[in-house]
């Protein structure tokens, strides 16, 4: 298998958390070469894999394939993409930032859906630590929180944590359409 810029080990929250998703229809939005995808897809999940590189999907569908399960994959712009609203019981957006789409995410889940989002925050760029340097795709401190005011959170976390042999300053939500 070729080179995955980053790896094909899921993101360790979400593998932390797992446990707290319902199974049923996910959306893994810019899902990029697909490792959350496929993990959800290995624990149960009917998962659709949403990214604009077609590269990116292509390897993802190769890592389900290695893996022995399936994921259908989306090539679209997920500046114009529209989620199906109540489609979804589970929705992960894992450091892709556009905050026009989280009021689509909070329409696409079904009642008691969840949605799970991680992302760099602002002292990211100030620490010098990896990610965007670009402000406006980096959060506020408990911008997060406010963006999805109106779900039920069910955890959350800002703050620098390690995640393997880097430093990241990042917010973690898991949060549940009521």
Not at 48 to 62: P, T, V, Y
Not at 149 to 173: D, P, Q, V
């Amino acid at each position: 298998m070729k080179r995955y810029a980053l790896g094909i080990k899921a993101n360790s929250f979400l593998k932390r958390h797992i446990h707290l998703l319902p199974k049923g229809k996910a959306l893994d939005i810019a899902t990029g070469e697909g490792r959350n995808a496929v993990f959800l897809a290995e624990h149960g999940f009917d998962v659709e894999a949403i990214d604009i590189s077609k590269i990116g999907l292509s390897k993802a569908q190769k890592l389900a394939g290695a893996r022995g399960v399936k994921i259908k994959t989306i090539t679209a712009d997920l500046d114009t993409f529209l989620i199906e609203q109540g489609r979804y019981d589970l929705i992960t957006d894992f450091y892709f930032l556009n905050r026009r789409l989280i009021s689509r995410i909070k329409k696409g889940l079904k009642k008691g859906g969840r949605v799970v989002f991680e992302t760099y925050l602002t002292e990211n760029r100030s620490l010098g630590l990896e990610g965007p340097k670009n402000p406006s795709y980096l959060l506020k401190p408990n911008e997060l929180l406010e963006l999805f005011k109106g779900l039920r959170i069910l955890f959350y976390r800002e703050g620098i944590f390690k995640e393997g042999k880097s430093r990241k300053a990042i917010a973690s939500l898991i949060a549940e359409k009521t």
